[in-house]
């Protein structure tokens, strides 16, 4: 499948992290595992999942969904 659109959210250079948002799409294989076994780097984290305009933190989401917006934090060099 494509990859789906993505958002970078611009953080203080002196971070060293930056901030992306991805919408999941209905083709997404993410959907069909846990949040909490999403095959994720390390280093990424889930900050928090935007789903029907309300802003949830990974704690409460056990699956995504067609439509959620997904905010990670990641090192700056992964979107390079």
């Known amino acids: 499948p494509d990859a789906p659109p993505r958002v970078d959210i611009d953080l203080p250079h002196d ?3 930056s901030m992306i948002a ?3 799409q209905p083709t997404s ?9 999403l095959p994720l780097p390390d280093d990424v984290s889930v900050v928090s999942i935007v ?3 309300a802003i949830r933190s990974p704690a409460e989401v056990e699956h995504l969904a ?3 917006d997904v905010l ?3 090192p700056a060099e992964h979107l390079a």
């Open 72 to 74: 990670l934090m990641t």
């Open 29 to 37: 294989l993410a959907m069909r595992r846990s949040l909490a076994r």
């Open 51 to 53: 789903r029907d305009g």
């Open 66 to 68: 067609v439509g959620d």
């Open 15 to 17: 971070v060293g992290r």
């Open 22 to 24: 991805y919408t999941v």
